[in-house]
C-alpha cells in the first residue's frame, strides 16, 4: 500500500487506486497493482480499472491486408461516435481516456476465432507478438475498422512525485531504472 503522502481529497489513493492525468486533462484510473521505494523514490505499477482498446484501419486486399494502428487523434475523433455505437450493442461503455481509449463493462469471452496476433517490429528489439481480441468492426467512409482489446495487459510505471502525484516514466527513464525496480521486485517476490 501506498504512504499517506497523497492529498486527502484523492480518496481513490486509500482504495488502491490512483488517476494518472495527461496534458489534455483527460484522466485515467488505475489500480495500484505494486508499490516500491528505490533511492527515497517510489514508485507504482499501475493496471487501468477499464480495459484498454485499439483501433486499426484495415487496408489492402486479400493476402496483403494489413491491420494499420489508428493513432491519428483527428481520425480517432471522426469515427469514436460511431465506435461508441459498436461498442454499446455489446454492453461496452468507449471512453476517451488518458494514454489509452479504454471500455468499460464485461468484455466478452476469449474465442480462438476472434484473436489477431499483431507482430511487433521495432529495431534492436525483439518484441514479442501481442494477441489481440477483437471486439467489433464498423465501417466509415468505405474503410474498415476494427476494435480490439488486448489479451496481456497494459501497465504504467509512474513515480510519486513530491506532491503525491503520479508522473509516467520516460521510456528513457524506465531504462535507466529497470534494473533497479527489477531486483527490487524479484526481491519482494521471494
Given amino acids: 500500500m501506498l504512504p499517506s503522502q497523497f492529498p486527502e481529497e484523492n480518496d481513490q489513493a486509500h482504495a488502491g487506486s490512483i488517476t494518472l492525468n495527461d496534458d489534455k486533462d483527460r484522466t485515467l484510473d488505475c489500480y495500484i497493482e505494486h508499490s516500491l521505494t528505490v533511492d527515497d523514490q517510489e514508485y507504482v505499477l499501475l493496471l487501468p480499472v477499464d480495459s484498454p482498446i485499439e483501433i486499426f484501419a484495415w487496408q489492402g486486399d486479400g493476402d496483403d491486408e494489413e ?11 471522426q469515427i ?3 465506435a461508441q455505437a459498436v461498442l ?8 476517451n481516456t488518458a494514454y489509452a481509449l479504454t471500455v468499460a463493462g464485461e468484455l466478452p469471452p476469449v474465442e480462438e476465432s476472434e484473436l489477431f496476433t499483431l507482430e511487433i517490429e521495432d529495431e534492436g ?3 514479442e507478438p501481442e494477441q489481440l481480441q477483437l471486439l467489433s468492426s464498423f465501417y466509415h467512409e ?4 476494427a476494435i480490439y482489446t488486448p489479451l496481456d495487459p497494459l501497465l504504467f ?3 510519486i512525485s513530491k506532491t503525491g502525484k503520479p508522473e509516467l516514466l520516460s521510456p528513457e527513464e524506465f531504462r535507466q531504472v529497470q ?3 527489477e531486483e527490487h ?6
Fill in 125 to 127: 528489439t525483439d518484441l
Fill in 142 to 145: 468505405e474503410q474498415e475498422y
Fill in 88 to 95: 454499446s450493442e455489446q454492453n461496452l461503455i468507449l471512453k
Fill in 185 to 190: 521486485l524479484f526481491n519482494e517476490v521471494e
Fill in 80 to 82: 469514436f461516435g460511431i
Fill in 157 to 159: 510505471f509512474a513515480r
Fill in 179 to 181: 534494473p533497479l525496480l
Fill in 67 to 77: 491491420a494499420i494502428l489508428v493513432e491519428d487523434e483527428a481520425t480517432i475523433d
